[in-house]
């Protein structure tokens, strides 16, 4: 029986190896799952951040994130896709294939427009990271420009990472699914945001005001489709639907975002003599962010390693954060940045092939190094220039009382929840008068 059964999955395999268009096939579908996993994360960041702000600005801040996915696609679509994959440029950009004209199959058995999807989902996701750490107070318009400059400058590094000829790529870099290629560089983009656009109005006064979460169920709510939309982050870039690493980089997921929630709670518990609840979801995330890089590559072990340490990481750089006065309402800069950075210089010492630990050698802990610093510096750099010229320009910040009413029902004209306060003036003269009508 058992001889039976080997020679069936050897036939099996045997069919898949030479059917192309089955292979195809199977790689089209759990591509696309992965992806719409992936592009579902979007609900994630929208719930969890709307959670994390004050009330008069829930619908700000989903506003925004819907602007990172209806801008951000359409840039990716336009110019982004070929600054990734198109024909490199001494592997520092791609230069062909804008708006999907002349791309060769860029990925074995996988259609371009497949990929173009996945990639997109994975664009839209990088932006996505700064929404959070400058609710409340920066303009919106401001926002939509930074979308479509995001998008650009996450696509350039990008290329050099998972470009075959980019410069990064070549040196042997490993960032499987974008510790730094999508976390270090939303982070650090999201920390140059918060501290051009500023902290909110009384956060580090003498008397500091307390800005309290709108919805911690929420917030907990959307941290759960991130960690579920994650599985088709991390396994789905494979990029194969008969991948052998697919069921390791689930499990290294699981357990990095497991052990980074626990940890996290566990130090919040000795060191405040609570269990905060915000910093539990910042664990988790911060285990996922941590393992996105090395989670085709380090064992289950290595996993929990990784994530322990992200869960410890992201308290201590939400409390430096504080001690700088940097305003980052949902800890975007201590998840994203800090742990990217962390994630991808972690696979110079856990991975199995080449890992310091493993008996490697210090090479690939050079390279990962090297890589993540560049990248981080990149989204820093980038988001500090555009928003400096907004700011110079009065361009950036919302007025102060705009930020005292809520950006809500200044800037959007609706409120997310119609009872939590009593109406401003001119909202009880549009009742009054629609009532004589």
Same mark, same amino acid.
């Given at each position: 029986m058992l001889s039976f059964a080997i020679l069936v999955v050897n036939n099996v395999t045997?069919?898949?190896?030479g059917d192309e268009d089955l292979i195809t096939a199977l790689n089209t579908v759990w591509v696309m799952f992965a992806a719409t996993l992936v592009f579902f994360m979007e609900g994630g960041f929208a719930l969890l951040e709307a959670g994390l702000v004050?009330?008069?600005?829930t619908v700000s801040i989903v506003m925004k994130v819907m602007a990172d996915v209806t801008i951000g696609s359409l840039v990716f679509a336009v110019i982004g896709f070929g600054l990734m994959y198109g024909a490199s440029r001494n592997g520092w950009f791609g230069f062909s294939g804008f708006f999907f004209h002349g791309h060769p199959l860029l990925v074995s058995h996988l259609p371009t427009p497949v990929l173009w999807f996945f990639e997109m989902a994975f664009a839209v996701a990088a932006v996505s990271i700064v929404s959070g750490a400058v609710?409340?107070?920066?303009?919106?318009?401001?926002?939509?420009?930074?979308?479509?400059i995001g998008v650009t400058a996450y696509s350039i590094s990008a290329h050099w990472v998972w470009n075959p000829d980019g410069w990064l790529n070549r040196l042997g870099m490993i960032d499987f699914a974008g510790s730094s290629v999508v976390h270090a560089f939303g982070g650090f983009s999201a920390l140059a945001a918060a501290i051009l656009v500023g902290p909110r109005i009384g956060r580090f006064a003498k008397n500091p005001v307390v800005f309290r979460p709108s919805n911690l169920p929420l917030a907990f709510v959307g941290t759960f489709i991130l960690? =579920? !939309?994650?599985?088709?982050?991390?396994a789905g870039s494979t990029l194969s639907a008969?991948?052998?690493l697919i069921g390791t980089i689930a499990v290294n997921t699981m357990l990095a975002a497991a052990i980074g929630g626990l940890t996290a709670m566990l130090v919040t518990r000795i060191t405040s003599g609570t269990y905060d609840p915000t910093m539990v979801i910042n664990g988790a995330l911060s285990g996922l962010v941590a393992i996105t890089a090395g989670c085709a590559s380090v064992t289950p072990s290595g996993a929990l390693w990784i994530g322990a340490a992200a869960g410890v990481l992201v308290v201590l750089g939400t409390s430096m954060l504080n001690r700088l006065k940097v305003d980052d309402p949902v800890g975007a800069a201590p998840v994203h940045a800090a742990?990217?950075? =962390? !994630?991808?210089?972690a696979v110079g010492l856990f991975a199995t092939h080449g890992g310091l630990f493993y008996g490697g050698g210090a090479r690939l802990l050079g390279v990962q190094s090297l890589g993540t610093f560049t990248i981080s510096a990149w989204g820093f750099g980038v988001t500090a220039l555009a928003l400096g010229i907004m700011r110079w320009c009065g361009f950036l910040r919302v007025s102060a009382s705009d930020e005292s009413d809520g950006?809500?029902?200044?800037?959007?004209?609706h409120r997310a929840y119609q009872h939590y306060a009593p109406p401003l003036p001119e909202e009880v003269n549009l009742s009054t008068t629609d009532v004589a009508r």
């Open positions: 045997w069919f898949w190896a004050q009330t008069k600005n609710s409340e107070r920066m303009k919106f318009s401001a926002y939509l420009v930074y979308v479509i960690w =579920f !939309g994650w599985f088709g982050f991390n008969l991948s052998p742990n990217g950075m =962390f !994630g991808t210089i950006l809500d029902i200044r800037v959007h004209g």
